[in-house]
Structure formats: structure tokens, C-alpha cells
């Protein structure tokens, strides 16, 4: 177990850690009322620097929602890579924000300036310990592209054939660990002093973006992901992945082969070529979901082409998603529950998929969901939005305190983007018959005898288990009764409050009295306090200060105490140690 001891960083390192952060979150406050969100700054006792010009920009109280989320955009924008990703992690959760937010931050462009081709070149040769040219004979300077994370170049292999190489920002992995620390302390905040974060989860949403961005830092995990597609659909000709050459890939560095070819919405909308493609993409989702459980998380149309080749090529697997069989069959479940107009089953299968965070209004859960299934299923065949319905459905379940996981969360936001590429291909596709040889499909998949019966087999050696049990434990009970063993325990919320209230004033009282007492020993022993401490001329009473201060401290925990109303509230060294390692280094 790490302690302090552990780490003996240079005081002046520390402390520009330290101070590195205070202008991080400086930063930060000044970005948020540059985009009108003053108020905001305000009221969470943020400081922007005194110098900061401001530019006219509405408060939040002067602007429509549509205007708010689109300037909450412009921020995470602004401020880098990793609140991009907090906002496109935002995007998929819409158990957490109004549909109006959800739409923006799907919009979310996660571009930046362009490095300079010096860096760049640098970079690749650190990450690959030789020389450039022994990797590659040709390497265009101006990027493909550039984002606040990556940026990647076109270039021909020594040994030939053209590829892309993705190169890490320098120095993008220390500005990413600073900024998490910022978000997890501002998470444990709101998690000790507000209710209601116990659905947000925030400490939770900042363990799934660290999660998120280690794994893009990583190039590594990007290329095992793209080689398990590879591998999916090494026997599918009319889909294109690219191979990763691993001897010019690292942590930092991805080199894979160039896809060749048109986004795939550059696609003449409702034409034969079209229409062609959509049934791949069709296909193509359908597999990914069902027979692998192994999704593109991000499958927006500019990671989407049609090749050169009459391919179906996909790009950029940074983020993907895996369902569990189990997951899958839940999945399923609700899909047949909704072709059946089964309001019951939907409700009753998203209990099962998600988490209730206390009771749940069943009837009322099922009143909302049939509205919703009514409201986007009930329409001409060629309106019906399934991407629609999910996103509502995730919705209510936030409603009623059912917490998502995030893998479904992030297959809602997946159908969405894959829906829409869909209706782009053919916007007058009958949807409905497009669907139903994949659900006759599911439906003989659910079926199947093999699985019935590896399912039956599961069931009865269960059923076996518990009956060989069932005696023993009976007996076990039947023996702590007779001999006065046998405990019944009940619990009780308001007990447990009660229980709570007491043990905290207990404690706001101890620590009052302590103060109290250090209090009334310092000012006794001032006069004649044995230790003394010569600094710069003064002479300070050691005994004295150790107890003035400590009084201080015990008054301090009773405010925080009293502030943050009884609600959990622990000391965490972590952040501290983060900005000491950091320190350090």
C-alpha cells in the first residue's frame, strides 16, 4: 500500500506541480466565462485570472437551452482532449442530460492546430529508437488530419505499399493525467455534498473517461481491437479492414494500411450503389452486435468508406464496445419484446439490463414506456426511429433511477450513428422488411436446439444443486434454533439516520471540546512555553503554535463537517500522491 513515504519529489517540483494545476483550473474558469458561464464560476467558488478580458457573452440565464448547450460545446471544444471525451462519453448517457445537450455533444469536433512537421518527425523517431527514413521512404509533412489527441500523416513503408501513421501529441499524456486528477476531485466534491449524485455516479463517469482515455493513449489496445476485427471478418469479401504493421507501431506511434475509397454518405442518396451499401451496413451491424459481441463504438461517417474496391472499410477502432452473451440475450429479449408491442417485457428487461438506484414505480415505468413505443413505432414504415425510441427508453430508465451500464449506453449511441447512415444511404427504406429476416434470425438464434438444451442442462444441474442443499441448510436452521443461536436481523433506514445523526454530533461535540482545550492549554502555557524556536529574529513557542494549531484543525473539520450536512466525507490522499509523482518526474 503506497504512503507519503514512498515519495521524496525535489519541494520546488512539487510545488510546480501544485501550481501547474491551480493554473490548469485558472484556465478552465477563465474558458467558462469567456462562454457565458459566469454564473456557474460563481457559484462553485472558481477564480479566473484578474487580467482575463471579457467578451460580451450572455449569462446562462439569457440564452434558450439550445444556445446553452451549443456554448457548453464551444467549452469542452476549447479546453482539449480530455473533455472532449468527457463530452462524447456525455453523449451517450442520456440518463444524465436533456436530449437538447445530447444532440450537441454529439456534434462534438475534436480538432487542433496542426503540429509542426519537426515535432512530428522527432516524435516517430523517439517512439521507434531509429531513424525515420529506415521505416519509411516516403513521409508526407502536411497531415491528414489533426485532432487535440493525434495526428496522422500518409506514408509509404520502406519496403512498400502506402500506409497511415498516427503519431501522439507530445506531452498529451501528462496534460491528460492532470486534467483527470482536476475531475476527480471535483467528482469525490459533488459525490460528498450533493443527493442526487449517487445516480450521476460522478466518481464513476471519471473512472470510465480514465478508462476510456488510458486505452486511446495506448496505441497498442487500438491495434488488438482492430486485429480482432480482422479477424471477425477475415471471411467477409465485401468488408475492408486495415492491417496494423506492427514493426513500425508502439504505445505512441499506430501505422496501419491506407483505406482507399469515399465517406460513405459522399454516396448518391437512394441510389443502386447506395442501396448496396446500406445492406452491407445493415449486415454489417447486425453481425458486429449479435454473432461477435464486438461493436464499433464510434461508427460516424468519417470512419466510414466506401472503397475503392466496392468495399464496405471502417477505420479508427480507439473506441469499441463488447457485449457478454448474457448481455446479448437481454438485448434480444427487449428487441422481440418491442416487435411484440410487449410494453411489460421492455420494462421488465431494462429492470434487467440496468440497476435500480431504489424503488421503481413499475406501473408507472410501463405507462411511460408504451407512450414511448407508440409515440416512435407507430408510424408510416418508413418513419419509424428506432435510434429514437432508444434514446427515449434510456431516458425513462434515468427517470426512474435505473442505472445503464455503459456498454449498452454506448451501443445506444452506436445504433444512433449507424441509423442515421442508414436513412442517408436510402431514406425510403421500409425499415420494417429491411429488419425482418434479422429477426427471424434472433428468433431461431433464441431458439436454437443446442442452446435450449445447454440452457436446460444449466437449469437442472441448479435445481440439483439446491435440492442436495436444501436439507442440510434446513437442519443448520432447525439446530440454531434449539440451541438459542439463530438470529433474525432487521434493518431500518431511519434507525440507521437516527444511528448516523448521533455518531456525528458525538463526534462535532468531541472535537469542539478538544479545540476547546487545546485552546485554553495554549494560552496557559504561552508565558512560559520551555520550547522555543528562533526564526529570522522572532521567537516562537513551539508547544503554543502545536496547540493553537491543532484547535484549528479540529474547528475546520467541524465546519466541514456542518457544510457538507453529514454527508460522506473522507480524506483521500491519491490526488495528492498524483501531484507528487508528477512532481517528481
Not at 175 to 196: N, Q, W
Not at 480 to 496: C, F, K, N, P, W
Amino acid at each position: 500500500m503506497a504512503n507519503l513515504g514512498d515519495f521524496t519529489p525535489d519541494r520546488r517540483s512539487f510545488f510546480e506541480a501544485a501550481r501547474s494545476d491551480l493554473s490548469r483550473l485558472g484556465h478552465i474558469s477563465a474558458v467558462l466565462i469567456r462562454h457565458g458561464f459566469a454564473s456557474f464560476v460563481q457559484r462553485a467558488g472558481l477564480r479566473a485570472p484578474e487580467d482575463m478580458p471579457t467578451d460580451g457573452r450572455p449569462h446562462e440565464g439569457g440564452s434558450s437551452p439550445e444556445e446553452t448547450a451549443r456554448r457548453f460545446r464551444e467549452v469542452l471544444e476549447e479546453l482539449g482532449p480530455t473533455f472532449v471525451k468527457v463530452g462524447q462519453i456525455l453523449s451517450s448517457r442520456p440518463d444524465l442530460l436533456p436530449p437538447v445537450f445530447i444532440t450537441e455533444l454529439q456534434r462534438l469536433q475534436d480538432n487542433a492546430p496542426p503540429i509542426p512537421f519537426s515535432v512530428v518527425k522527432a516524435a516517430v523517431e523517439q517512439a521507434l529508437h531509429g531513424e525515420m527514413d529506415t521505416y519509411f521512404s516516403h513521409f508526407e509533412e502536411v497531415p491528414l488530419a489533426s485532432a487535440s489527441m493525434a495526428q496522422a500523416h500518409i506514408a509509404h513503408l520502406a519496403e512498400g505499399g502506402e500506409v497511415v501513421v498516427k503519431v501522439q501529441r507530445p506531452g498529451i499524456e501528462e496534460t491528460i493525467r492532470a486534467d483527470l486528477d482536476l475531475l476527480r476531485l471535483v467528482a469525490l466534491v459533488l459525490e460528498s455534498t450533493i443527493a442526487e449524485m449517487e445516480l450521476v455516479a460522478a466518481a464513476d463517469l471519471v473512472a470510465a473517461l480514465d478508462d476510456a482515455l488510458t486505452a486511446e493513449l495506448d496505441f497498442r489496445r487500438e491495434a488488438k481491437q482492430l486485429q480482432r476485427f480482422r479477424n471477425n471478418y477475415a471471411s467477409v469479401s465485401d468488408v475492408f479492414i486495415p492491417a496494423v504493421h506492427e514493426h513500425a507501431s508502439c504505445q505512441t506511434l499506430l501505422t496501419l494500411d491506407r483505406v482507399r475509397g469515399r465517406k460513405i454518405t459522399s454516396l448518391t442518396p437512394g441510389s443502386d450503389e447506395a442501396k448496396r451499401f446500406a445492406l452491407r451496413w445493415l449486415e454489417l451491424a447486425y453481425t458486429m452486435i449479435f454473432d461477435h459481441g464486438f461493436f464499433h463504438g464510434d461508427p460516424h461517417p468519417g470512419n466510414v468508406f466506401a472503397t475503392d474496391d466496392d468495399r464496405l472499410g471502417l477505420i479508427d477502432f480507439g473506441m469499441c464496445g463488447a457485449l457478454s452473451r448474457q448481455q446479448r440475450d437481454y438485448l434480444i429479449t427487449l428487441i422481440l419484446s418491442v416487435i411484440a408491442g410487449d410494453a411489460d417485457g421492455i420494462a421488465r428487461v431494462l429492470l434487467r439490463m440496468g440497476t435500480p438506484v431504489g424503488h421503481v414505480p413499475l406501473a408507472r415505468f410501463k405507462t411511460d414506456i408504451t407512450s414511448i413505443r407508440e409515440r416512435y413505432l407507430r408510424r408510416d414504415l418508413t418513419e419509424i426511429d428506432i435510434g429514437g425510441f432508444l434514446r427515449e427508453c434510456m431516458d425513462a430508465a434515468g427517470r426512474y433511477r435505473i442505472r445503464i451500464p455503459g456498454d449498452y449506453l454506448v451501443l445506444s449511441k452506436a445504433i444512433v450513428t449507424m441509423e442515421g447512415i442508414l436513412r442517408h444511404l436510402d431514406p425510403h427504406l421500409d425499415l420494417v422488411s429491411a429488419l425482418q429476416p434479422y429477426g427471424q434470425r434472433l428468433l431461431l438464434e433464441r431458439f436454437r436446439t443446442d442452446r435450449l438444451v445447454e440452457g436446460g442442462i444449466a437449469t437442472l444441474l441448479g435445481a440439483a444443486q439446491i435440492a442436495r442443499e436444501i436439507p442440510e441448510q434446513l437442519s443448520q436452521v432447525l439446530m440454531d434454533l434449539e440451541t438459542g443461536h439463530l438470529r433474525v436481523q432487521v434493518e431500518s433506514q431511519a434507525l440507521r439516520q437516527v444511528r448516523h445523526e448521533l455518531h456525528r454530533q458525538g463526534t462535532r461535540l468531541s472535537a469542539a471540546l478538544v479545540a476547546g482545550a487545546l485552546l485554553v492549554t495554549g494560552a496557559l502555557i504561552l508565558p512560559h512555553d520551555p520550547l522555543r524556536l528562533e526564526v529570522w529574529g522572532w521567537s516562537l513557542p513551539v508547544l503554543t503554535l502545536l496547540c493553537l494549531s491543532s484547535a484549528g484543525a479540529l474547528v475546520l473539520f467541524v465546519a466541514l463537517t456542518h457544510l457538507t450536512g453529514g454527508a460522506r466525507f473522507r480524506l483521500r490522499l491519491s490526488p495528492l500522491l498524483r501531484i507528487l509523482r508528477r512532481g517528481r518526474a
